[in-house]
């Protein structure tokens, strides 16, 4: 298999996010099918590799295959990569933009994998779910619902990404009956004992997408939240409605009304044994999460695109999907052929 080259703009700082942390954790973890590298792009950063210089220095179409990933830059990479075995690592969708043929995807959820399937249905489409970090699951004694019930934080809400609702009416309406709010704000390097800190977990990322027009790609907070022994309560846009299950998994949040949720979260802290996961369905949903399992699913794919960018760096012409608009006018005409048959 070629080597991989992770392709973003930089490591730290302003850069820093969770999308961001699961590129170096996927570079990490495929690094030791085949050798990965992370490569920057908008800045240079000490002991990684720059993209302009390695584009510089290596004629197309050079030895690795290169997987960008980073929103609204996709298209500007995608086409200085041009000629050069290339991926698109799909995280949120929604961006608007239309891939090159030929380039595959590898979409984190089924979710963003149907919008690349509506979108790209001539390009290899490949479903690698992100993996959750062995250290959030890998002790099951933290999710006895005994030992849930003591933790010292009634609720947990990180502020980044939260509505409105759940910041300005449902915390002072939690607070107001009693419970221990804890709403954490600002970058945290390790949430590990922070989650195994609290009874429930609230999580309600639709406005914040819908505002920015993309959308949930994975949700990670929720399932970390969950394999820490954690209730959640989250809302269900994009991919958070792959895997919460309603009622089984999680929970939705903002389910009608105000004292709904402030009755349903406030039954979860008494009594988290009668909110928590399923334990079968949790450990069948952390198993297909796992580390393990995404090295599965990466090889596969890299094997599959592999062979795909042979053949075109052979000659072979990627296949091409037909634009929307031409969709329509071939069924318009379709339709008028039909219409003029009907009256003969």
């Given at each position: 298999?070629?080597?991989?080259?992770f392709?973003?703009?930089?490591?730290?700082?302003?850069?820093?996010?969770g999308?961001?942390?699961?590129?170096?954790?996927?570079?990490r973890?495929?690094?030791?099918?085949?050798?990965s590298?992370?490569?920057?792009?908008?800045?240079?950063?000490?002991?990684?590799?720059?993209?302009?210089?390695?584009?510089?220095?290596?004629?197309?179409?050079?030895?690795?295959?290169?997987?960008?990933?980073?929103?609204?830059?996709?298209p500007?990479?995608?086409?200085?990569?041009?000629?050069?075995?290339?991926?698109?690592?799909?995280?949120?969708?929604?961006?608007?933009?239309?891939?090159?043929?030929?380039?595959?995807?590898?979409?984190?959820?089924?979710?963003?994998?149907?919008?690349?399937?509506?979108?790209?249905?001539r390009?290899?489409?490949?479903?690698?779910?992100?993996?959750?970090?062995?250290?959030?699951?890998?002790?099951?004694?933290?999710r006895?619902?005994?030992?849930?019930?003591?933790?010292?934080?009634?609720?947990?809400?990180?502020?980044?990404?939260?509505?409105?609702?759940?910041?300005?009416?449902?915390?002072?309406?939690?607070?107001?009956?009693?419970?221990?709010?804890?709403?954490?704000?600002?970058?945290?390097?390790?949430?590990?004992?922070?989650?195994?800190?609290?009874?429930?977990?609230?999580?309600?990322?639709?406005?914040?997408?819908?505002?920015?027009?993309?959308?949930?790609?994975?949700?990670?907070?929720p399932?970390?939240?969950?394999?820490?022994?954690?209730?959640?309560?989250?809302?269900?846009?994009?991919?958070?409605?792959?895997g919460?299950?309603?009622?089984?998994?999680?929970?939705?949040?903002?389910?009608?009304?105000?004292?709904a949720?402030?009755?349903?979260i406030?039954?979860?802290?008494?009594?988290?044994?009668?909110?928590?996961?399923?334990?079968?369905?949790?450990?069948?949903?952390?198993?297909?999460?796992?580390?393990?399992?995404?090295?599965?699913?990466?090889?596969?794919?890299?094997?599959?695109?592999?062979?795909?960018?042979?053949?075109?760096?052979?000659?072979?012409?990627?296949?091409?999907?037909?634009?929307?608009?031409?969709?329509?006018l071939?069924q318009?005409?379709?339709?008028?052929?039909?219409?003029?048959?009907?009256?003969?």
């Open positions: 298999m070629r080597p991989l080259r392709l973003v703009p930089g490591t730290s700082g302003k850069f820093r996010c999308g961001l942390q699961v590129e170096l954790q996927t570079a973890l495929v690094g030791a099918l085949t050798g590298e992370v490569v920057t792009y908008r800045r240079r950063e000490p002991g990684r590799p720059f993209l302009g210089d390695l584009l510089r220095n290596e004629r197309p179409p050079g030895p690795a295959l290169w997987v960008v990933s980073w929103g609204f830059d996709v500007k990479q995608l086409r200085r990569l041009r000629g050069r075995p290339s991926a698109y690592h799909a995280h949120s969708s929604g961006y608007g933009f239309d891939l090159p043929p030929g380039v595959p995807v590898l979409a984190v959820s089924p979710n963003t994998l149907g919008y690349w399937g509506d979108r790209a249905p390009q290899p489409l490949f479903l690698v779910p992100n993996a959750i970090e062995s250290r959030w699951g890998d002790d099951g004694a933290v006895d619902p005994a030992r849930v019930a003591q933790r010292p934080i009634d609720v947990l809400v990180q502020a980044r990404k939260s509505s409105a609702y759940v910041l300005r009416q449902l915390v002072p309406a939690l607070r107001a009956r009693g419970l221990r709010v804890e709403v954490q704000s600002g970058w945290v390097q390790d949430l590990v004992d922070l989650f195994r800190s609290a009874r429930v977990y609230l999580y309600d990322s639709a406005d914040y997408w819908r505002g920015r027009g993309v959308s949930e790609g994975f949700g990670l907070p399932l970390e939240a969950m394999a820490s022994g954690c209730v959640v309560f989250s809302s269900l846009n994009h991919a958070l409605a792959d919460l299950d309603p009622g089984r998994l999680g929970h939705q949040i903002g389910a009608g009304t105000l004292s949720d402030v009755e349903r406030a039954a979860a802290v008494a009594d988290p044994a009668a909110f928590l996961a399923d334990p079968q369905r949790l450990a069948e949903r952390l198993a297909q999460c796992s580390e393990g399992a995404l090295q599965l699913r990466w090889r596969e794919a890299l094997v599959a695109i592999d062979a795909h960018w042979d053949r075109l760096l052979a000659g072979e012409p990627p296949l091409m999907a037909p634009s929307p608009l031409q969709v329509r071939a318009l005409r379709g339709r008028l052929r039909r219409l003029g048959g009907t009256r003969l």
